[in-house]
């Protein structure tokens, strides 16, 4: 690519983050790396290869496509695919071997007919359980009740059961210990039943690092293979952020004081100043919530000024730079640092939003 606007990819900070959660979860649980909408933005392909040399056992992406891909490039691990796949594309996710999430009897009921007579390879599922999050997952004993027969069909084969935390990045942990009491529960329907599932889950990132007790047969990582974690709430262990973005100013001008910068005269110069644009913008999905944030120039921090254009953006320097002059709006510079958490507490987001948001327009520079 011929732009100035690039993300760098650390290879090597996701392999040791996975080493590092490796370390800290007890050593019979499995690490599913979680790398759905591309990686969180840093490429699921490089980032399931650094995760998998890193020791992760298991993958999971949201959706069929995703899964697909990473099998397209060599990637064999066992790939869990976390929203439900429509009934009619089951033959794909057996030929590719890529475990299901079922959540209800009637996908099984569509998913029948389409299940090829002369198949001899398996179905592996895993059931997802609503226990709070509200999103996807079967609520209610007669839900399970219903499912059950078609669980113990030889063609199935129950890799798992899980459920998902609304809360895990709150400091009150109350939510969560209902949610945990829950699936505790619903595990127990399981057993009662005689459905033995190969592995029990329920932890995301934050939970398994606040709460390696929480692990059970599996732990389902995501944003902190990339060095996203709540580092106030988790004690012993440092994660790495994997992403920095990079961009180069284009012009540099000084404005009179009154005069105007961007769309709808959305800043107005206080005084004499030297005004720097840069080429990235909400185009990139640098989005217009990052407003008013900051970037580095030469180790110094420099405020977006007006409204982010599609391709760029202002900022207000201290002094006159060569065009050229490269500008770090992720990562350090000299002595000073942009962290990802910065700019999201400023939008209102998380750091995975931010990243997952880069367009393809800017490309990933992967480094070791
Ligand atoms: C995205 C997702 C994860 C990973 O969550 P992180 O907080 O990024 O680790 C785990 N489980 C499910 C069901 C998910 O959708």
């Given amino acids: 690519m011929y732009r100035d606007t690039r993300a760098k990819v650390s290879l090597g900070a996701i ?32 980032s399931a290869r650094a995760a998998a040399q890193g020791g992760a056992d298991h993958l999971a992406v949201a959706y069929l496509e995703e899964a697909l891909l990473l099998r397209s490039k060599g990637i064999e691990l066992p790939i869990l695919i976390l929203a439900p796949i429509h009934p009619s594309e089951v033959m794909l996710a057996i030929r590719h071997q890529l475990m299901v999430t079922v959540t209800h009897a009637e996908w099984f009921r569509q998913m029948a007919p389409y299940r090829e007579p002369l198949c001899k390879d398996n179905l592996r599922v895993h059931v997802k359980v609503d226990t709070g999050l509200g999103r996807i997952g079967l609520r209610t004993k007669e839900e399970w009740d ?137 185009g990139d999905g640098w989005s217009q919530s990052l407003q008013n944030t900051e970037m580095l120039v030469e180790g110094r921090r420099a405020q977006v000024v007006g409204k982010i254009c599609m391709d760029q953006l202002m900022i207000r320097l201290d002094r006159s730079y060569e065009a050229g002059t490269e500008v770090v709006l992720i990562g350090s510079q000299r002595e000073e640092r942009v962290a990802i958490t910065e700019l999201a507490l400023h939008a209102g987001t998380v750091s995975q939003e931010i990243s997952t948001s880069l367009s393809s327009r800017v490309e990933r520079i992967y480094k070791e």
């Fill in 146 to 282: 219903e499912l059950v027969p078609w669980l113990q069909w030889d063609f199935i084969d129950v890799d798992g059961f899980y459920t998902h935390f609304a809360t895990s990045a709150r400091e009150d942990t109350a939510f969560l210990r209902t949610q945990l009491a829950k699936f505790l529960e619903m595990k127990e329907w399981s057993r009662t039943s005689g459905i033995e599932a190969r592995h029990y889950h329920c932890a995301g990132s934050n939970a398994a690092l606040r709460f390696p007790e929480l692990a059970m047969d599996m732990v389902r990582i995501g944003a902190a293979l990339f060095g996203f974690y709540p580092e106030q709430l988790v004690s012993g262990i440092h994660l790495r952020p994997a992403l920095s973005l990079y961009s180069r100013l284009i012009q540099v001008k000084q404005l009179r004081k009154g005069e105007c910068i961007g769309y709808d005269n959305s800043y107005v110069a206080e005084e004499d100043e030297w005004i720097g644009t840069v080429p990235i913008g909400y």
């Fill in 15 to 46: 392999r040791e983050n996975t080493a590092e959660i490796r370390r800290l979860m007890p050593e019979s649980a499995k690490l599913m790396a979680v790398v759905k909408a591309d990686g969180y933005g840093h490429g699921s392909v490089a």
